[in-house]
């Protein structure tokens, strides 16, 4: 991953839908249909790679940098406090109460001020939809929750948004399920 640059188009995970958004890609949105992705469990992971395939190819992503947000809708999220020299024991007590599959639980945590902030989601899904990227000839630039970004201002536009998750070097740096050895 090439993190000098900066992403150029986002993929935005909801729980049933994806929207694709950025600086070089009109904006569309892929529903998610329960026949592939239900209760966030993967049900068909071979059609979800080929639906995601086809409209990553179809916006014409080959060669754009994609950053792939996770809404908190898709995430599981805990804040702990550091103070405590249990915080990875309290960090694996979170993880094990999530009700997913344990082979496809992923794991991230991100520092924010003295607290931090645990997310954990079903690696299935982003890692099909990541594999769709790339199959459509997109470079994946990373894969994080939305929750870690903060927002800009109250009520920011949809064009705010979009730019404050691509321009941000920091979560993606630090909160990456890509590069997550447990993710």
């Known amino acids: 991953m090439m993190f000098s ?9 909801q729980r049933n839908n994806l929207l694709l958004e950025g600086r070089k890609a009109s904006a569309a949105k892929l529903s998610l249909p329960e026949s592939l992705i239900a209760n966030l469990e993967v049900v068909d992971k071979p059609q979800l790679l080929e639906l995601c395939r086809q409209f990553f190819e179809n916006h014409n992503v080959r060669g754009q940098r994609a950053l792939v947000v996770l809404d908190r ?10 103070k405590t020299a249990a915080l990875p024991q309290a960090i694996d007590d979170f993880r094990s109460a999530v009700p997913l599959n344990p082979e496809q639980r ?6 924010l001020q003295q607290k931090t902030a645990v997310f954990v989601t079903n690696r ?4 099909s939809i990541s594999e769709a990227l790339e199959r459509a000839g997109a470079k994946l630039f990373g894969v994080t ?4 970004y903060g927002l800009p201002q109250q009520n920011p536009t949809k064009s ?4 404050h998750f691509l321009d941000d070097k920091e979560v993606v740096n630090q909160a990456n399920f890509s590069r997550s050895l447990n993710g």
């Open 145 to 148: 929750p939305a929750p870690a």
């Open 106 to 111: 992923a794991t991230v945590s991100y520092r």
């Open 124 to 127: 299935d899904i982003y890692q």
């Open 73 to 82: 809708a898709i995430l599981f999220d805990k804040l702990l406090a550091d």
């Open 160 to 163: 705010e948004l979009i730019a």
């Open 5 to 13: 640059q900066k992403p150029t188009i986002l993929v935005y995970v």
